[in-house]
């Protein structure tokens, strides 16, 4: 047997941060960057061979596994779940998603993991369940997640997400135009995560106010996405951005790259994620996506994506 399962990155279009705290937030799967995880027969005990994460992996997957380590635990989790005992076998997981940037690359091999060690066993994992298993793996990954990395990545469509209620998928009235670029810089989520709590804990009124007025941008923003009121979407964009710099997530490089999307016509443009590093997001038109995209280039990007979300 040699057979493949596959998970997509993600990026969050509004209410990262405040989504933590009960904010609706929207996030689209980004299809064509994905995590593979191949699957091979062998005697042996299940080994899981990750080349190209942060901190590259060789995990043997038995009785006795690390509680604290994301690949151990997901393929305990999932073996639990689908009540098959140990397993021999390898599975070598390769990503074409960047680390610790904001776009999903935890919950991308978490789910891509679930699902081959399931076609191991010639089993299919409901999404629903693998989303509850790549959640609790993306708790050593962000402290106290809201869940909506492991719901996209998993269900791959655009949601409007808020933490514990029923999913809600979201319809775009127009397809939308977006740059990403990376600003090459890797930062931890959960250390943005606690600063914001820190924060919250500090100034719990005007923290709760900063929020509450990302919850009104991103109820504007679902509407906008649904009805195709792309310019009215991008001011939008660049008001999440400016809250998030208030709750002190943003950096002077990711501030550069949205700045200079502006500067080039962009019609919005904000951090995506975590914060700190990581990427930025920026809404072009047919008019302005290659001046938007020279612009990044020319402020620092170290690499660009471009994405049509439909
Ligand atoms: O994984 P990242 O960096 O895209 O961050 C996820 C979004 C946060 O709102 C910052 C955290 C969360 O769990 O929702």
Redesign the pocket.
Known sequence: MNSQASAPGKA?LFG??A??YGIP?IAIPLSNIRVRATCKDTSHPLTVIAEDLARPAVTIVGEEFDRSDPLSLMAALTIRQLNTGDLTGEIRIRSDIPVAS???S?AAVSAALGRAIALMQDCVIADGELSKIVFEV?KL??GT?????NTVVVYEKPVYFVKDEAIEFIRFGEPLHIIIGDTGIASL?RD??ADVRTLYEREPAHTAAQFDEIGDIVNDARACIESGATARLGELMTANHHLLRGLNVSSADLDRLVEAALDAGALGAKM???GRG?NVIALVNDRSVTSVKDALVQAGAKRLLEIVAR
């Open positions: 969050i990262e941060h989504v933590v937030a904001g776009l999903g935890g993306e990954h962000h997640p809201s869940g909506i990395d989520t943005a995560v995506s994620g975590g990581g």
